[in-house]
Structure formats: C-alpha cells, structure tokens
C-alpha cells in the first residue's frame, strides 16, 4: 500500500527511485525510457521492513533517470574530478565504480546537483544520504557526503 505524503517526502521518495531506476539501467543495459515504463507499470510495493511507500514524486525520478543517460559523460567526470582531488590530498575512500548501487547513487545525486539548480545542494546531499545509509554501512555514507559535496562545490560555487 502506497501513501500520498507530503511533497518532501514524495521528493525523497522520487530520489530513491530513481537511483533503484538507474540501477536497473546498468545492471540490466536498459534504455531509461524502458526502465521509467517499468517503473510506472510495476512500482516497488514495501518499504523497508514493510512500511507503505510514499508515492514517488514521478516528474522528478523521470527528470533524473532520463538527465543520467542524457549526461552521463558529464556525470562520470565530475565523479572522477572528485576522486583525483581526494587522492591528490591524501583522503582515504577512493571509491571506484565497481558497486553497482553505490555507482547508480552518485551518478543520480552529481546529476541532480549539475542540473537542478532550483533545489538547494544541501537538501539533495542530505536525501541521497539517506539513500545512502539505507543500503551501506558507514564507510559508503560518508564517501558518498564527500563526493556529492566536492561536486556541490565544483558546480554551484559560481552561484
């Protein structure tokens, strides 16, 4: 069972999907058109340990999953950007994009940060966090704070 929620919440929700979404693209080499009809056709039911998912904000997760295959070259060099700063500076967690969902995370949250410029980076950093600590034990959590906020900075500091 599905509920409406508030529209933050449906946001995050749509942000969740979408990182499921472009998941599915690389795991399956899926077209995003084919996953976003997937998707509509047969959206995710249960939440975690069997809560009601919020309605996803479905304009939004179209908007991400269709703008990761629109921008991907741009979305994987910017995540590259950030891993050539971190070992230039020494920082541990390089992170290459061997992890399937942990890959779908960054390239869902460096593409909203690259090209939704109407929402704050701190509350797009703060939902894929989330996501983030849904799926992953810290260590992943706090490569994904780091690399979305190097982007963040890379991107909208000239705002």
Excluded: W
């Excluded at 929700?13 to 979408?18: D, F, N, Y």
């Excluded at 998941?23 to 399956?28: D, G, R």
């Excluded at 077209?31 to 998912?53: C, I």
């Excluded at 904000?57 to 070259?73: N, Y």
């Amino acid at each position: 069972m599905k509920t409406e929620g508030s529209p933050k919440a449906q946001r995050s929700a749509g942000r969740l999907a979408a990182v499921q979404a472009v998941y599915q693209m690389i795991a399956n080499e899926q077209r995003a058109a084919s996953v976003l009809t997937d998707f509509k056709s047969h959206p995710p039911v249960n939440g975690q340990d069997g809560e009601a998912m919020i309605t996803p904000d479905t304009a939004l997760l179209s908007a991400i999953t269709q703008g990761v295959e629109t921008r991907r070259d741009d979305v994987e060099q910017l995540i590259a950007g950030t891993q050539k700063r971190r070992s230039s500076t020494g920082d541990e967690g390089a992170y290459a994009p061997n992890e399937p969902l942990l890959h779908s995370l960054l390239l869902c949250g460096a593409y909203e940060l690259l090209a939704h410029h109407d929402t704050d980076a701190p509350v797009i950093i703060s939902d894929y966090l989330e996501v983030a600590h849904a799926f992953f034990d810290q260590g992943e959590s706090k490569l994904v704070n780091g690399v979305l906020d190097n982007i963040s900075k890379g991107v909208r500091d000239s705002e």
